[in-house]
């Protein structure tokens, strides 16, 4: 009789033969999910679906509604769309840069020999063709090691330059690779066994690329193609332009600047460009005489403190009387607020906020009257009043940051010609490599959790249990209205990375393997271990990325 495994599902325990795969378990208990199961969990650790389990074991299953299980699902559909593209070209010199995401969605360009190559509607027909034929023939994904000399030498010999550039930075001896049907390349992070299990995307032509739309996490059987979004896209766009200008699109052209000692330019030119920006839109603002309100909005570790003093700066060299206002500061008071069903209370939603006595407030100032400005109290939940007096004339104007500035809700009684809005995000356009962007999710979680520890004291633990939450807020306030902007401002500093990764490393390290935030905290570590650490000491008193890591001459 064969050895027997004792494993813990669902809360009951079962016995079955060793060497079983999670995949075999995972079809055993489809039904008992309502979306794909794409990888399991095995006493609290994340594994791949293909693996055996010889010892005794508390298993999970990981569906593509959980955030592991949708980048799984992705990074399966971006390995096959790679194979996908050499199929259609027939050239190994062409290969895709995947350059951003939007919303559920890859924006990528063709390119040979490192220059874009236009695309039209029969090359994202014939895109398509094929990879609903890869999930048709439900293709295995073979996993296997290789020397990282033999993973440059493949890299190199398939025209992916960027990660050979990479590999020259990793401390490992050997590499995973993966192979799909002949076509080899690396993922960062787990993959899904077989192709069959990628039903649900949609390619579609989008300037002189195209996007690969998924589905969302609230309805995974439907692929949610995005609504173009130009103002967004043009930010983006841009971003990427300036960087590959300059050689510093990925990772390994980044690490190379700062191992050869070249990065003070690169940060001073950065910076410059950046105040270059912020000049433009003050200068936008100070020729319009109707304008008195700045409002300014974006998600969380978006910079918007900083750049809301570098904003008041700007237009106070141009002869303006800037007055900085918090819209924390028209909260309701607290014993006021509707609770949540839970009896928690949302402070991200619109109702949390005085919408009245904002509006009062606001036309009270354009009329020339004197107004007490309130000042929250979080510990106390009460709006206080403590002679904070304001008076505007001719030339002063309001710059007030939160994260309800762009709807028009919250200003409904406000001139609309008085209103200038900026959506402000860290739209980050430095890569991994060719195949593999850093989200801006994760650039804006990797400054939360330095600044959330250097302010309020808390560890990445909690940082990370919050930010679910944090972004589920941000999908219902802030990105519908992004597009309503007059102008958006890019916040994300090509340096910053190198920067903030000797603050946050210690912080990832010492999330106990056991807490459910171990996995992310992981993920974050390993993308973290591709770049090289930069000190801090050159980096500008004024920049957006003082305000995380400390050290800045602002109130932040």
């Given at each position: 009789m064969g050895e027997k495994v004792l494993l813990k599902i669902g809360g009951k325990e079962k016995e079955y033969d060793a060497g079983v795969t999670y995949l075999e378990l995972a079809k055993e208990y489809a039904n008992d999910y309502d979306a794909p199961i794409i990888l399991a969990m095995a006493d609290g650790k994340l594994t791949e679906l293909y693996k055996s389990i010889n010892k005794n074991a508390e298993i999970k299953f990981v569906t593509i509604k959980d955030k592991a299980g949708m980048m799984t699902y992705r990074r399966t559909a971006m390995l096959m769309l790679h194979k996908a593209v050499v199929d259609v070209v027939q050239n190994h010199d062409d290969n895709i840069h995947v350059l951003y995401s939007m919303d559920q969605?890859?924006?990528?360009?063709?390119?040979?020999?490192?220059?874009?190559?236009?695309?039209?509607?029969?090359?994202?027909?014939?895109?398509?063709?094929?990879?609903?034929?890869?999930?048709?023939?439900?293709?295995?994904?073979?996993?296997?090691?290789?020397?990282?000399?033999?993973?440059?030498?493949?890299?190199?010999?398939f025209g992916l330059t960027d990660k050979a550039r990479l590999l020259k930075y990793r401390g490992d001896s050997r590499i995973n690779m993966y192979d799909v049907d002949g076509f080899i390349d690396y993922s960062f992070g787990y993959i899904a066994p077989s192709t069959g299990m990628i039903k649900v995307f949609e390619i579609t032509l989008l300037g002189d690329g195209f996007l690969i739309n998924f589905p969302s996490y609230s309805d995974v059987h439907d692929v949610d193609?995005?609504?173009?979004?130009?103002?967004?896209?043009?930010?983006?766009?841009?971003?990427?332009?300036?960087?590959?200008?300059?050689?510093?699109?990925?990772?390994?052209?980044?690490?190379?600047?700062?191992?050869?000692?070249?990065?003070?330019?690169?940060?001073?030119?950065?910076?410059?460009?950046?105040?270059?920006?912020?000049?433009?839109?003050?200068?936008?603002?100070?020729?319009?005489?109707?304008?008195?309100?700045?409002?300014?909005?974006?998600?969380?570790?978006?910079?918007?403190?900083?750049?809301?003093?570098?904003l008041s700066i700007q237009l106070m060299a141009m002869g303006l009387k800037p007055h900085p206002i918090a819209l924390d500061d028209f909260f309701v008071n607290r014993a006021d607020m509707i609770p949540l069903p839970d009896g928690s209370l949302d402070f991200e939603a619109l109702d949390a906020m005085d919408i009245e006595g904002f509006n009062n407030a606001m036309n009270a100032l354009l009329r020339g009257e004197v107004v007490d400005m309130p000042t929250y109290n979080f510990i106390t939940g009460k709006r206080e009043y403590n002679g904070n007096k304001l008076q505007i004339g001719e030339d002063d104007i309001l710059v007030i940051e939160g994260i309800h500035g762009l709807n028009d809700k919250l200003s409904y009684s406000l001139p609309e010609e008085s209103k200038f809005k900026i959506y402000i995000s860290a739209l980050t356009p430095l890569k991994i490599d060719e195949h593999n962007f850093i989200s801006t999710r994760d650039s804006r979680l990797i400054r939360r959790i330095v600044r959330d520890n250097r302010t309020r004291g808390h560890n990445a633990l909690a940082s990370l249990d919050r930010w679910d939450s944090v972004t589920a807020g941000e999908d219902k306030h802030i990105f519908p209205f992004q597009e309503n902007a007059d102008i958006m401002f890019n916040s994300a500093l090509i340096y910053e990375l190198p920067v903030l990764k000797p603050y946050i490393e210690p912080l990832l390290y010492a999330i106990p393997r056991d807490s459910k935030a171990y996995p992310e905290a992981k993920r974050l570590l390993k993308m973290l271990s591709y770049c090289l650490p930069y000190p801090s000491e050159e980096i500008a008193k004024n920049s957006i990325v003082r305000e995380f890591t400390g050290g800045s001459c602002f109130k932040v």
């Open positions: 969605a890859f924006y990528c360009e063709l390119f040979r020999d490192n220059e874009k190559v236009p695309i039209d509607q029969s090359f994202v027909d014939e895109l398509n063709k094929y990879m609903k034929e890869y999930v048709e023939k439900d293709i295995v994904f073979k996993k296997y090691t290789m020397s990282v000399d033999e993973a440059i030498e493949s890299f190199n010999k193609v995005i609504d173009y979004r130009p103002k967004l896209f043009d930010q983006l766009h841009r971003a990427s332009k300036w960087v590959h200008s300059l050689d510093i699109a990925t990772l390994g052209a980044l690490n190379d600047r700062i191992a050869s000692g070249d990065m003070t330019y690169i940060i001073l030119a950065q910076e410059a460009e950046m105040e270059k920006r912020i000049g433009e839109i003050a200068q936008r603002i100070a020729g319009d005489s109707d304008k008195k309100f700045v409002m300014i909005a974006g998600p969380s570790s978006s910079g918007k403190t900083t750049f809301s003093h570098r």
